[in-house]
């Protein structure tokens, strides 16, 4: 029986080989046998450590999540705690700004209006960024309500995800910076919670 590391540099390997060939094929056309000659692993190898298409599907999802938290991770500064500000850019700077998972996500995306298990999937992803940057903006006392924190999250990550797009389509003028920019403005023009006021002994 493989030992558990080895099973997870296996799983690696083949996940990565799958990415190759849904960004070099597209994800509807790309088969186990596909994968496995680019992994250069035997059919039956691939099928021992990631299932069947559907499996490898699911493992590669959970790969870019892991991806997405270990970059989160990895953001958090040392000497302050971490603010909405970085969160935003580190969408821009580091999310959608990687060429690989931009490519995945948009077959991903293509698959979604097909299957409504990758829909659901893709759904759940997205919505822990969003409740991360509502987290992370109700911490820092950013926003009247829950409502309103929810709203700019969502507009946030449309804004980052939709600058993604139009970048890959190589529209001019369109650059991270500008969209980095606008998605600061709306999290600073916010408005903060009303605090209560202490009632004046006198009036009491």
């Known amino acids: 029986m493989a030992r558990p590391q080895m099973g997870d540099e296996r799983r690696d390997q083949i996940l990565e080989a799958f990415e190759k060939c849904v960004i070099r094929k597209g994800l509807a056309k790309t088969t186990l046998t596909d994968v496995a000659d680019e992994s250069s692993l ?20 959970d790969r870019m999540i892991e991806r997405g938290d270990d970059g989160v991770a990895k953001l958090r500064p040392k000497s302050r705690p971490m603010t909405t500000h970085d969160l935003v850019d580190f969408l821009f700077d580091n999310t ?31 919505g822990r960024v969003i409740q ?26 449309s804004l980052a995800y939709g600058q993604a797009s139009f ?10 910076k500008t969209g980095r920019e606008f998605a600061r403005v709306i999290v600073s023009n916010l408005s903060t919670p009303s605090k209560k006021k202490t009632p004046n002994k006198e009036t009491l």
């Open 42 to 61: 035997p059919r039956s190898l691939v099928r021992y450590f990631v299932g069947n298409r559907a499996d490898m599907v699911d493992l590669l999802i």
């Open 167 to 176: 970048l890959d389509l190589g529209l001019p003028d369109m650059t991270t």
């Open 132 to 157: 991360m940057m509502i987290a992370q903006m109700e911490t820092d006392g950013i926003g009247a309500s829950d409502r309103q924190r929810r709203d700019a999250a969502n507009m946030i990550l």
């Open 96 to 126: 959608f700004a990687n060429d690989v998972s931009n490519s995945v996500i948009g077959e991903l995306w293509y698959m979604a209006e097909r299957d409504n298990k990758i829909s659901k999937r893709l759904a759940a992803m997205y």
